[in-house]
């Protein structure tokens, strides 16, 4: 299943609460930096396409200097995305392969409305969470600027656009205890859709 939601919904936390019940994790972002990795063949690609510049002293991958380049320019983006994602997808195939045959698998895709992943996944669940309660959260917890908050937020797919791919829908405007029993609920669907035969 695939697992989203916008900047500061609180996936993480739905997710954290997922692999407690027993879920198997394969994230998007974790995997995205591993490929990326000092000595991987997917460093070399990028510094291949956008010179050593991108390298931080320690030859890890500047993120920062190259968020600079690829986010102010589509074409360079694309470029970057042509590198990075193969190499993602095929990562987590490798890591659902080799998961057990009736686990339940979590794929966490921070941009899956945004890039048109809804279809690749069984069952697509959004952790949701109203606007407000989102920006509260970035600017509180992450210690983000009001306005740097509200312009990451922007740059996502839209509350209804989320909403509309969802099969499932985790509300996240509740107390932590309410999310644990929400997701609890959520873990037994995931379990007996995993162990029914399908059609």
Known sequence: MGLTGGIGAGKSEVSRLLVEHGAVLIDADRIAREVVAPGTPGLAAVVDAFGEDVLAPDGSLDRPRLGSIVF??????????????????????????????????VHDVPLLTENGLAALYDLVVVVDARPETQLDRLVRLRGMTEEDARARMAAQASR????????????????????????????????????????
């Not at 074409?75 to 994602?85: F, K, T």
């Not at 659902?96 to 686990?103: F, I, N, S, V």
């Open 72 to 105: 102010t320019d589509p074409q360079r983006l694309a470029v970057l995305n042509s590198i990075v994602h193969p190499l993602v997808g095929h990562r987590s195939r490798a890591l659902e392969e080799a998961a057990p045959k009736d686990a339940v698998v």
């Open 160 to 199: 209804d656009e989320r909403l509309a791919i969802a099969d499932i829908v985790i509300d996240n405007d509740v107390p932590l205890e309410r999310l644990e029993l929400r997701v609890a609920d959520v873990w037994a669907d995931l379990v007996r859709r995993a162990r029914t035969p399908q059609e």
